[in-house]
C-alpha cells in the first residue's frame, strides 16, 4: 500500500514557479508510474503529466507542456512537478497519483492510478 502526501502548493503570481513534491511511504513506489492531476472548482480531474516507473518516460497534457517537468526521485520515493511561467488557468488542488504496481507504460486516465494523495492547492493571481 502507497500513502502519498503533497507539498509545495500556495500563492504565486502569474508568470511564476512552484514545485510541487509528493512522498510516498510504500515499498512498492519504484515499481509504479506515477501521476500529477488537478481539479479546478466546478470542473472535472484533468491529468497534467505522468512518468513511467523507471523515469525515462513522461506526458504531459497540451497545456502544460513545455512549462511543467515532472521528476522522480526513487531513492527518496518521491516525485516533483516544477511549474514555470504560471498562467491563471492553472489554479487548481493539485493531485498527485500512483499507478498499479509493475504495470507497463503511462496512462493519462484516472482510473489507472490506485492510490492518490490529499491534494495541493496552487493559487495563480493575475
Known amino acids: 500500500q502507497e500513502q502519498l502526501v503533497e507539498s509545495g502548493g500556495g500563492l504565486v503570481q502569474a508568470g511564476g514557479s512552484l514545485r510541487l513534491s509528493c512522498a510516498a511511504s510504500g515499498r512498492t513506489f519504484n515499481y509504479r508510474a506515477l501521476g500529477w492531476f488537478r481539479q479546478a472548482p466546478g470542473k472535472e480531474r484533468q491529468f497534467v503529466a505522468a512518468?513511467?516507473?523507471?523515469?525515462?518516460?513522461?506526458s504531459y497534457a497540451d497545456s502544460v507542456k513545455g512549462r511543467f517537468t515532472i521528476a522522480r526521485d526513487n531513492a527518496k520515493r518521491t516525485v516533483y512537478l516544477q511549474m514555470n511561467s504560471l498562467e491563471p488557468e492553472d489554479a487548481a488542488v493539485y493531485y498527485c497519483a500512483a499507478g498499479r504496481a509493475f504495470s507497463s507504460g503511462i496512462s493519462r486516465a484516472t482510473a489507472d492510478y490506485e492510490y492518490w494523495g490529499q491534494g495541493a492547492q496552487v493559487t495563480v493571481s493575475s
Open positions: 512518468i513511467k516507473y523507471s523515469g525515462g518516460t513522461s
